[in-house]
């Protein structure tokens, strides 16, 4: 076999996203507004949990929500008729996850 080669990485690969997500805290912030960000493994209950927080507070503060799915609208539905002020469904085309402009672009609708 060959011989390799160590490649230090000393920037993070995350760090356009780190920054998108810091400038996204902030204007959350001035605007007053709290994001929650529920992140689960399939089947594991991401529905029920959405669900039981609006729920507990719908009476409390108006509440939108921007349901990321791969290919359903199962928690945008849900979320409506949990009572939501509104739900928009973001179809991510296949990803498990959202990149870090995802939410930014989803929170002008």
């Known amino acids: ?3 390799f080669k ?5 920037k ?3 760090e356009c996203s780190a920054r998108e997500a810091q400038r996204l805290r ?3 912030k001035e605007d007053g507004a709290f994001l929650l960000n529920l992140l689960p493994s399939p089947r594991s209950g991401n529905t ?3 669900v039981r927080a609006i729920v507990a507070f719908k009476d409390e503060l ?3 929500v921007r ?3 791969i290919d359903s609208d199962v928690d945008a539905r849900t979320s409506q ?3 939501v002020a509104q739900a928009i469904r973001l179809h991510t085309d296949g990803m498990c996850c959202l990149n870090a402009d995802m939410p930014t672009t989803v929170l002008r609708a």
């Open 81 to 83: 008729c949990a009572g």
């Open 1 to 3: 076999m060959g011989a």
């Open 67 to 69: 349901a990321a799915e």
């Open 62 to 64: 108006r509440i939108g």
């Open 12 to 14: 993070s690969v995350d």
């Open 26 to 28: 902030g204007k959350l």
């Open 48 to 50: 029920a949990t959405l």
């Open 6 to 10: 160590t490649i230090k990485i000393k």
